[in-house]
């Protein structure tokens, strides 16, 4: 029982032994032979039912090493644990501040960038709408050239019918000529310089629309950071991802990403620099045209002189026919405008008609169903496109008819300058018309 004490009151420290296979103490076990064994000649090699002493005493031995043994071992797996546990917690908190810290410092790239891109974008925008103003001064500025062009070509060709001898080259018909050929220049000029506006105006639009896609793209990824971001250990939405760990073979590297935006946002600002020169060419164009323009027409007015009245009688009558055409011009015109607004009033319905349709198309598996409700709505746009093209078409002989209508002004407008005489060509047409030549605003594109 010493022995046993011993054993059991010396238990070894934690993690200070090392693990290792105690001696085995050897006995000499006596043999079991003298007078008074329970084996005789007749048991010889054979062991009786009972041990020796010494073998009990190894036996509990044996298991007082086994138990010290396993319990010394038990105890190094379980500090061994803790500490494990201990250092994966600490070391999952680093990992996940610094990938808190590593999102949120991709949030503030990407909020610099898309604060870019919106600015770029803003600029575009307001670039184009003043790029589109300065267009439709172009247009106005053209159409203003129509009036002088119409006006200069009609004096010529009265001048042209006069009578000998009064049909000759003088001081009016070179200004004329001259004014007719600085308008046709002018003409060209201001139409190139509308397909410079129209292909810059597109560029600046591809332009916003690329920042608009990139800047879309960013808005979704920082949204989506945004909530990685506030995910934590107390989250209720999170989940296993086994696989999410993955890079996808397309995916940028920082220096790409970067790059890709860069290249958007250089390419924008040149556009825009280069829609602001084009803008600033136009001011200057449309200010040397109208001053240009007003210049000859003070000369060709200034080199005309009175004129004399003939057939006023033949020239009221196709007067009236002409303010007649000029009416119906007017409700013709007035007829397009309102066929315009049915097609235009016939768009929503075909809209909702067809949004319903498209909507209809995501039903689920058997829910895709070819129900009454798809087959009216099929009827239905079939029947709004039916319209449309009959509005269309109605339309498109309401302006061929306006186009005779014009057609049929510019003959009477003729048939007058015919019917009139040389003393009356230039009081009457050429005097009177040249009243209705356009202002400095209207010809530099301002009205």
């Known amino acids: ?139 106005h500025a053209l159409d203003a050239t129509a009036g002088p062009f119409s006006i200069v070509t009609d004096n010529l060709q009265c001048r042209e019918r006069r009578q000998h001898p009064d049909l000759v080259r003088d001081c009016v018909e070179i200004e004329l000529l001259k004014e007719a050929e600085l308008i046709r220049n002018i003409q060209e000029l201001l139409k190139r310089t509308i397909m410079q506006a129209v292909s810059q105006t597109r560029l600046n639009r591809e332009h916003k629309e690329t920042c608009e896609m990139d800047w879309s793209d960013k808005v979704e990824a920082y949204n989506i950071d945004e909530a990685c971001c506030r995910y934590n250990n107390q989250s209720t939405d999170v989940q296993f991802y086994p696989h999410s760990a993955k890079f996808e073979e397309s995916a940028s590297t920082p220096e790409t990403w970067a790059k890709f935006t860069q290249e958007h946002l250089y390419r924008a600002e040149r556009e825009r620099l280069a829609s602001v020169n084009l803008r600033n060419l136009i001011d200057c164009i449309l200010q040397d045209t109208s001053e240009d323009l007003r210049l000859q027409c003070d000369a060709v007015n200034l080199a005309f002189g009175r004129r004399c009245e003939e057939l006023e009688d033949a020239r009221h009558k196709l007067e009236h026919h002409l303010r007649k055409t000029l009416r119906e011009i007017t409700d013709q015109e007035h007829n397009i405008a309102a066929l315009k607004q049915a097609i235009k009033d016939k768009e929503a319905p075909l809209k909702v008609a067809q949004t319903r349709l498209y909507q209809r198309s995501h039903r689920p598996n058997v829910e895709l169903c070819r129900d009454s409700a798809q087959f009216r709505l099929a009827s239905e746009v079939e029947e709004l496109n039916l319209s449309l093209a009959a509005l269309k078409e109605k339309l498109l002989e309401a302006e061929q008819s306006l186009r005779n209508l014009e057609d049929t002004r510019m003959t009477l407008e003729k048939d007058i300058a015919v019917k009139t005489n040389s003393l009356f060509i230039d009081r009457h047409k050429c005097m009177a018309h040249r009243a209705h030549y356009p202002t400095v605003l209207q010809l530099a594109g301002y009205q």
């Not at 090392?18 to 007749?42: F, M």
């Not at 105890?75 to 590593?102: F, N, P, V, W, Y």
């Open 1 to 139: 029982m010493a022995q046993t004490d011993i054993l059991l009151t010396k238990e070894p420290t934690p993690q200070t032994v090392p693990a290792c296979q105690l001696p085995c103490k050897l006995y000499d076990v006596a043999r079991n032979t003298g007078a008074h064994t329970s084996s005789g000649l007749a048991t010889s090699g054979f062991r009786t039912a009972k041990y020796l002493l010494d073998e009990w005493f190894q036996n509990c031995y044996a298991r007082y090493h086994q138990a010290f043994a396993d319990r010394d071992q038990s105890e190094r797996q379980r500090h061994e644990s803790q500490q494990l546990a201990a250092e994966t917690e600490a070391l999952a908190q680093r990992t996940q501040q610094d990938s808190t810290r590593k999102v949120g410092e991709r949030l503030q790239d990407m909020h610099g960038w898309k604060s870019e891109l919106q600015r770029q974008v803003g600029e575009l925008v307001s670039e184009t709408e003043l790029l589109l103003a300065q267009k439709q001064r172009l247009e």
